[in-house]
Nanobody, 128 residues
Framework: QVRLVESGGGLVQPGGTLTLSCIASGITMGYYNVGWFRQAPGKEREGVVCSSVYDDYQNTYYGDAVKGRFTVSRDNTKNTVYLQMSALKPEDTAVYYC???????????????????WGQGTQVTVSS
């Protein structure tokens, strides 16, 4: 049984940093593209980052809203994907989810449609 568990969310002041973790069991994360998504209150879930295992040239894709502030990394020995978020803004407030995706594409626009397995989400609140 596949299980993805996010952790690391919390309350942080604007300009602060948080690192989320996504730990997998039942699958080998190193074989899958992994997306990070977020869903703010009243809004649709959106893909913000995709980490590819297929693209040797550009293995991470960032949405414009987070580019330059968020960084994805992997530790295959721990079967874990991380999302380091810096220079956080109030508009980054959302529930953050990790997910494995089907296929080779890391396009953010329709990433939700390619999700194979979701984590349960972790709340990130950016507020002073």
């Amino acid at each position: 049984q596949v299980r993805l568990v996010e952790s690391g969310g919390g309350l942080v002041q604007p300009g602060g940093t948080l690192t989320l973790s996504c730990i997998a069991s039942g699958i080998t994360m190193g074989y899958y593209n992994v997306g990070w998504f977020r869903q703010a209150p009243g809004k649709e879930r959106e893909g913000v980052v995709c980490s590819s295992v297929y693209d040797d040239y550009q293995n991470t894709y960032y949405g414009d809203a987070v580019k330059g502030r968020f960084t994805v990394s992997r530790d295959n020995t721990k079967n874990t994907v991380y999302l380091q978020m810096s220079a956080l803004k109030p508009e980054d407030t959302a529930v953050y989810y990790c997910a494995t995706t089907w296929g080779m594409s890391c396009a953010l626009a329709n990433m939700t449609a390619r999700v194979a397995d979701w984590g349960q989400g972790t709340q990130v609140t950016v507020s002073s």
